[in-house]
């Protein structure tokens, strides 16, 4: 399964744009990118899923260049409540298990 | 509607105590999947079931370890003689089908479990 490797950490503020990328070199033909974002003390949470170019839904963006090696996340005009770990995961299409990687852990600030 | 809900939510027990935590899947999800999650890190698979049966136990640490799905609802965790290191928070998810890993997975709270 292809490896991710994301920032440990992000900070901003409230209002701002924030931008997560996310390497995924050895991706397969028939994987796909999907984000989860966890709260303290919850369990993860989907967030949205994409194969190739841009995906939009009522929480985040995800963009996804042609070679598929990388994907962005991005969270638009955050606010206090989207301090959180955000995951980025390589999954396939055919499978039955996610597999987490350390995530990027965002924090909002005033 | 009602999420996937697990108990206790937290569970403290002894070095070598039997323990078993319980996960409630969503109302009509076939696939069950356990996580174990240590501060810090992100959830870890342990198994899945597809209906009552076992599909996928690769990543359950050791034989102290089983899980059991009876009815193909319920799901219990079972741990023998629990060590230390098996402190971490356990996850249960739920989906609506199994063998398709894109499906969204539901999960739940999560059981606290300190091994003193």
């Known amino acids: 399964l292809a490896k991710t490797t994301q920032p440990i950490s992000m900070d901003s503020y409230e209002g701002q744009e924030v931008n997560i990328t996310c390497s995924h070199n050895?991706?397969?033909?028939?994987?796909?990118i999907t984000w989860y974002q966890q709260f303290p003390s919850q369990g993860p949470r989907f967030i949205i899923q994409g194969y190739k170019t841009k995906v939009t839904n009522e929480v985040a963006s995800l963009f996804i260049p042609a070679d598929r090696k990388s994907s962005t996340l991005s969270l638009p005009r955050v606010s206090l409540s989207d301090t959180a770990v955000y995951y980025c995961?390589?999954?396939?299409?055919?499978?039955?298990?996610?597999?987490f990687g350390g995530g990027t852990r965002v924090l909002v600030k005033p | 509607g009602a999420g996937v809900s697990q108990t206790p939510s937290n569970k403290v027990t002894e070095k070598g105590k039997y323990v078993e935590l319980r996960c409630d899947p969503i109302?009509?999800?076939?696939?069950l999947y356990w996580y174990r999650q240590s501060l810090g890190q992100g959830p870890e698979f342990l198994i899945y079931f597809q209906g009552t049966g076992a599909a996928d136990d690769s990543g359950l640490p050791n034989d102290r370890f089983f899980a059991v799905r009876p009815e193909g609802s319920v799901s219990t965790l079972k741990i023998q003689r629990t060590e230390r290191g098996d402190s971490a928070v356990y996850l249960c998810?739920?989906?609506?089908?199994?063998?398709?890993?894109?499906?969204?997975?539901?999960f739940g709270p999560g059981t606290r479990l300190t091994v003193l």
């Open positions: 050895n991706i397969a033909t028939n994987d796909y």
């Open positions: 998810a739920s989906s609506p089908q199994g063998g398709v890993s894109y499906n969204e997975q539901f």
């Open positions: 995961l390589v999954v396939k299409a055919a499978g039955n298990k996610l597999t």
């Open positions: 109302s009509g999800h076939t696939a």
